[in-house]
């Protein structure tokens, strides 16, 4: 059963707007409960559909449903004299496409506006939320799985896709997520508060790598996601972000000033730079512990079947040289990703290296280790911690600047 909706207090005087988009999948019908549900806590809805969406529920039902004209053909003559697309991308105070199917998600990231609901969602300045649905492979296929990256990038909300029995008989992640936890996540985005506005951010995120030769280096396999994530969700509630990168394949967050780091020497003086000016600093990145005492001039050849020793010399520490440079107005978090004794090895960095708090995870647990879009994670202060279940890395960084905030007040 799914849990009930955490109610909302509505002025009249400023109800507020969700632009429903669906699109053309089996489970378009489920677009009416979300309505009824966004209905019942105060929520004003107008709906947007494609060509194909008529095709599984008819525009008169949500017309019904929502006490609205249904917005379809982007050339029909409006109802009042006003740009259709126009006036609902500005009336939205939230633009949730829910089903969302691959052609959708695949325009929005290439910016193709050819039908009502791909025209009105590029206009809009609302948040925009999108609920994909779809087959199996046709969610897993790389194409889709850029696109999605791409319009997180952008900061557009992404309600993943549940795993199980999917419409066609397949079994596998692409059923639409519960009504009820869709409808919960369009509320959170519409009440969520600027609560950092004001705040200077600073977060890491990324590898760092070292290089043997002009070929060869070391690094580790850190994507950058959960960095990225928090810079994301900062920006989102007013901060003013600055994020350390290192070498990754994200899309860089918009309204976020990047600064790029190759080295743990490089992260560590930017890093500097930069520390004395924040209020709150995020040292996501994964530094590499050691590096090459000699860098080889040119590529390292095969020695005839011999051994080759490779003398390693330890990289500054990042965490304990921002720790003990930390002002005492500034809260300072920290991670530490571990394979055994997490909790006692992330109390001892909290300590060791003068944090405010440190998100530890055991990176060899399914769904919390490298390269995935989820995460579970245990966030320790001095005076206690908390460990949350598996979540995605949005959800994740959400969590955690709550408990920033916290930590400041």
């Known amino acids: 059963m799914s849990a009930p909706l955490k109610a909302m207090s509505v002025n009249p005087q400023s109800k507020k707007c969700v632009v429903l988009g669906v699109t053309g999948g089996i489970a378009a019908y489920k677009a009416c409960e979300i309505l009824r549900l966004l209905q019942k806590q105060g929520i004003d809805v107008f709906v947007v559909m494609t060509k194909n969406a008529c095709q599984f529920v008819t525009p008169l039902t949500f017309e019904t449903l929502s006490g609205h004209p249904v917005a379809v053909d982007t050339f029909a003559r409006p109802a009042t004299w006003e740009v259709e697309h126009i006036a609902l991308a500005k009336r939205a105070d939230l633009f949730l496409i829910a089903p969302a ?8 990231a290439c910016g193709i506006a050819d039908d009502m609901l791909s025209t009105t969602v590029m206009a809009t300045r609302a948040p925009v939320m999108i609920a994909p649905a779809m087959n199996t492979g046709m969610w897993e296929n790389p194409a889709t799985q850029q696109n999605i ?15 199980g029995h999917l419409a066609c008989g397949d079994s596998g992640a692409g059923k639409l997520e519960d009504v009820a936890v869709i409808a919960q996540r369009a509320l959170d985005v519409l009440r969520a508060k600027r609560d950092m506005e004001g705040l200077r951010v600073m977060v890491t995120a990324g590898p760092t790598r070292e290089a043997l030769d002009p070929v060869r280096y070391i690094s580790n396999r850190s994507s950058g996601k959960m960095g990225y994530a928090i810079a994301r969700a900062a920006q989102r509630r007013g901060a003013q972000v600055t994020l350390l990168t290192g070498p ?32 709150v600093i995020i040292q996501s990145a994964a530094p590499a512990d050691y590096r090459a005492r000699e860098i080889a001039p040119q590529k390292i050849k095969k020695q005839g079947g011999e051994d080759m020793t490779i003398e390693l010399v330890e990289n500054p520490d990042v965490a304990a040289t921002l720790g003990r440079a930390k002002r005492g107005d500034q809260t300072f978090v920290g991670f530490a990703a571990e394979t055994n004794d997490v909790l006692a090895h992330a109390r001892g960095k909290l300590i060791k290296k003068n944090l405010d708090m440190i998100v530890a995870n055991d990176v060899t647990t399914p769904g919390a280790g490298f390269d995935v879009n989820t995460n579970i994670v245990t966030l320790i202060t001095r005076d206690g911690s908390e460990a949350l279940p598996l979540l995605s890395k949005d959800e994740v960084a959400v969590r955690i600047l709550d408990a920033v905030l916290a930590l400041r007040a």
């Open 101 to 108: 199917t691959a052609n959708i998600i695949g325009k929005m």
């Open 149 to 163: 990256a791409t319009l997180v990038s952008r900061g557009v909300h992404v309600v993943t896709p549940a795993t």
């Open 248 to 279: 990754v394949s994200i899309e860089p967050p918009q309204g976020v000033q990047i600064v790029p780091f190759m080295t743990t020497q490089e992260l560590l003086d930017r890093a500097l730079a930069c520390a004395q000016e924040q209020d």
